[in-house]
């Protein structure tokens, strides 16, 4: 009798775990495939800084059916001086600027997931440069590699929204322009 009743609830139960759609909330960690783009301009050219290498970032993601579902938490820390332009003298402008000695980072939180539809996840965000926050909209495109997902975008800003003065050069001769394109190719990896 009781192994009927067993049999008689289990089947069903375990049918029941088969039709639900499986997902699963997990801690994801910022992967080595990342790349972190400040495009602007100047008084006699265009330039470009990339970080390749150095930034750290976590999320807390819900994966449903093989597509991106949720987004709970996600943060990334890019430190100002993994920026390169190939040009030391260039670089070593921008780290003032940034006042990098005393701000070493570049951060964007999260605050909130608006939307995701299709592979567009449209989300605001904290993002803070030489210790001035603003909150940011930001859409991104997402893709599933493996168990990896990768997000990639752009975003304008300005280095007046931050209380950064534009850096120059040549005492003064060369100006950096004030609008900034941030791009970013960020692959983030289920933690252990």
Request: aromatic letters at 8%; one cysteine or more.
């Amino acid at each position: 009798m009781k192994r009927l009743l067993f049999t008689k609830f289990l089947i069903p139960a375990v049918m029941l775990m088969m039709w639900i759609p499986s997902f699963a909330q997990q801690g994801y960690s910022l992967s080595s495939a990342q790349q972190f783009t400040v495009v602007g301009t100047s008084t006699i050219h265009d330039w470009e800084m990339i970080a390749k290498a150095g930034s750290t970032g976590a999320a807390q993601l819900t994966i449903e059916n093989g597509r991106l579902s949720k987004i709970t938490s996600l943060t990334l820390n890019i430190p100002v001086k993994s920026l390169k332009s190939g040009k030391g003298s260039m670089d070593n402008n921008a780290y003032e600027a940034l006042i990098e000695k005393k701000h070493p980072s570049i951060k964007f939180e999260m605050t909130e997931c608006i939307a995701i539809t299709g592979n567009v996840v449209k989300t605001k965000g904290r993002l803070t440069i030489a210790g001035t926050s603003q909150i940011i909209p930001l859409e991104v495109t997402y893709s599933m590699i493996g168990n990896a997902i990768k997000f990639t975008g752009t975003h304008g800003i300005k280095f007046s929204d931050f209380k950064v003065e534009a850096p120059t050069a040549v005492f003064g001769t060369i100006k950096t322009g004030n609008e900034l394109t941030l791009a970013f190719e960020a692959s983030f990896s289920p933690k252990n």
